[in-house]
């Protein structure tokens, strides 16, 4: 591994455990239920983007001088039921503003309706949902965000070639928009084919053999989610393609940057979670201050290369808790 990226994940790994120490200390402002007013549900699945938000968020709450209670869903909570198990807990707890970023649109939905009935405010991070009661929602712009990637396989394959698809089993809006907007714009190249249909979940063992089926018969793979981008990158490894097989993904997982940055993977698209989860908290401080928060606020996203990734404002991006 680089000694940039290195440093960057060392630095990574010790606010990480910073950020656990907090959340022990929030589990004590149980004693206090009166002052915790903005409750962060965490998600079931774990990773850099949710880490991420995590340390916006607390960065905010420290800014404005709000007590942040971090509820992370219990081992008893797992399944479906996590998040909402959590989020009543918070709501038990005096919350009046939680922000999640939602497993399922139905998980949120159930969210919303439970904080509706106690009088409490709902902002929603990393993604949008046709749910009633969301007060804001933080979220990139995935339809623009899948052009991005788009443009820039047909730019690694000169304009010609065949391109698969590694979408997402997931049914959040998000990568529907994503796969839309790269296929939008791949359809502008008349000499590059696009073959869809081919999906997988979080289970790297069902993104590797998805990626298998897609990777023979392609010039590059564009994967919308986190997983598929790390299993196709390693599947190109083990049969010997990482040369021919062009990869574009979305992610900034620390083991998809090590891939970027020996030039496994070739192209990801990123966004900031810590931004996400700072301007989150902004608009909760603003429902808490009896304000109006914005319906929706639409967060940057770059492309970044093996070149770019170490370039000053996208160190910013990829790693905002190194000073």
Not at 112 to 120: F, M, S
Not at 145 to 171: F, N, W, Y
């Amino acid at each position: 591994m680089n000694r940039r990226l290195a440093a960057a994940c060392g630095w990574l790994s010790l606010l990480l455990l910073a950020a656990a120490a907090s959340g022990c200390a929030g589990a004590a402002s149980k004693e206090k239920p009166a002052e915790a007013q903005i409750a962060l549900i965490a998600p079931q699945r774990s990773g850099a983007l949710a880490d991420s938000i995590r340390l916006g968020a607390e960065a905010a709450a420290k800014e404005y001088g709000s007590q942040l209670l971090y509820m992370d869903a219990n081992v008893s909570d797992s399944g479906e039921e996590g998040q909402l198990k959590a989020a009543q807990r918070a709501i038990a707890l005096g919350a009046s503003v939680l922000l999640l970023d939602p497993d399922s649109e139905q998980q949120l939905r159930l969210i919303a309706a439970e904080a509706g009935k106690a009088g409490a405010s709902v902002v929603t991070l990393n993604d949008t949902y046709p749910v009633e009661g969301v007060a804001s929602s933080i979220s990139i712009n995935n339809r623009e965000a899948g052009r991005m990637a788009g443009e820039a396989m047909a730019e690694l394959l000169h304009g010609k070639g065949i391109v698969s698809l590694l979408g997402s089993d997931s049914a959040a809006p998000g990568y529907e928009q994503r796969e839309l907007g790269v296929v939008e714009a791949l359809g502008r190249h008349k000499e590059i084919t696009v073959h869809t249909g081919y999906s997988c979940g979080s289970s790297p063992d069902g993104c590797a053999e998805a990626a298998r089926l897609l990777m023979e018969q392609a010039d590059g793979v564009v994967a919308l989610q986190e997983q598929g981008v790390l299993s196709t990158a390693q599947e190109t490894v083990k049969r010997g393609l990482s040369s021919r097989v062009k990869i574009v993904g979305f992610g900034s997982e620390v083991p998809q940057l090590e891939l970027l940055q020996d030039g496994i993977i070739d192209i990801l698209v990123v966004q900031s979670g810590f931004n996400a989860g700072y301007l989150g908290m902004q608009q909760a401080h603003e429902l808490l201050e009896g304000g109006h928060a914005d319906r929706t606020v639409t967060l940057d996203t770059k492309v970044v290369n093996p070149d770019s990734m170490f370039w000053m404002d996208n160190q910013k991006l990829l790693f905002p808790f190194v000073k």
